[in-house]
């Protein structure tokens, strides 16, 4: 049996469609490649390899992006965070506070700089970026109860208590959290 060259191309690209075989495949980032040459084509690599995962790269990335717009708010944040997700705590604490310097109104700068600075064991900073952000996002929650646990490991024991009368209002359930650790503080 003799095929005519078009019949046997019209059947390989059929079954390449029918298969997905000839559909382009998504290649993950890596950040050798160098065709991101902006701030934002680093800033999305960034991105895109912290949600794989991949969070020393996205560190490089958003290092990268920072390096060519250090005046980009979103970029330090998010540089701060990465920095974060590989342990590198006081790097991530600088970053995230050029990131606020840059745009005080940035809520997540200050909820991810607290967080970094509670898992830091830094106490005071923790509680001052807590108090920020419960300026800008009064009902927030795990704010009022993380910055409960931080007046109590400050020896706040009053303060704590009033953050728990807050958070009673806004999340019932946390605010019982928050009081038998209050409890147990008073016990120690």
């Known amino acids: 049996m003799?095929?005519?060259?078009?019949?046997?191309?019209?059947?390989?690209?059929?079954t390449g469609l029918?298969?997905?075989?000839?559909?382009?495949?998504?290649?993950?980032?890596?950040?050798?490649q160098e065709e991101y040459l902006d701030a934002d084509d680093w800033f999305q690599?960034?991105?895109?390899?912290?949600?794989?995962?991949?969070?020393?790269?996205?560190?490089e990335a958003f290092s990268r992006s920072v390096a060519l717009a250090p005046s980009n708010a979103l970029a330090?944040?998010?540089?701060?965070?990465?920095?974060?997700?590989?342990?590198?705590?006081?790097?991530?604490?600088?970053?995230?506070?050029?990131?606020?310097?840059?745009?005080?109104?940035?809520?997540?700068a200050y909820s991810n700089l607290a967080e970094v600075c509670f898992r830091a064991d830094r106490y005071q900073e923790a509680a001052d970026a807590y108090s920020s952000l419960l300026k800008l996002w009064p009902g927030n929650a795990n704010a009022l109860y993380k910055l409960g646990l931080t007046h109590l490991l400050l020896n706040e024991t009053e303060?704590?208590?009033?953050?728990?009368?807050?958070?009673k209002i806004v999340d019932p359930e946390l605010?019982?959290?928050?009081?038998?650790?209050?409890?147990?503080?008073?016990?120690n």
């Open 18 to 32: 029918a298969t997905g075989g000839l559909i382009p495949k998504q290649q993950s980032i890596h950040i050798e």
């Open 76 to 108: 330090w944040l998010n540089l701060g965070t990465s920095q974060a997700l590989t342990g590198d705590y006081k790097r991530a604490i600088d970053s995230l506070k050029k990131s606020i310097r840059l745009d005080k109104s940035l809520a997540l």
């Open 2 to 14: 003799r095929y005519r060259a078009g019949t046997c191309v019209a059947l390989l690209l059929f």
């Open 45 to 59: 690599a960034g991105v895109e390899l912290n949600s794989e995962g991949n969070y020393q790269e996205s560190t």
């Open 159 to 167: 303060k704590a208590q009033g953050e728990y009368l807050s958070l």
């Open 175 to 187: 605010a019982e959290k928050l009081h038998h650790a209050i409890i147990q503080g008073a016990g």
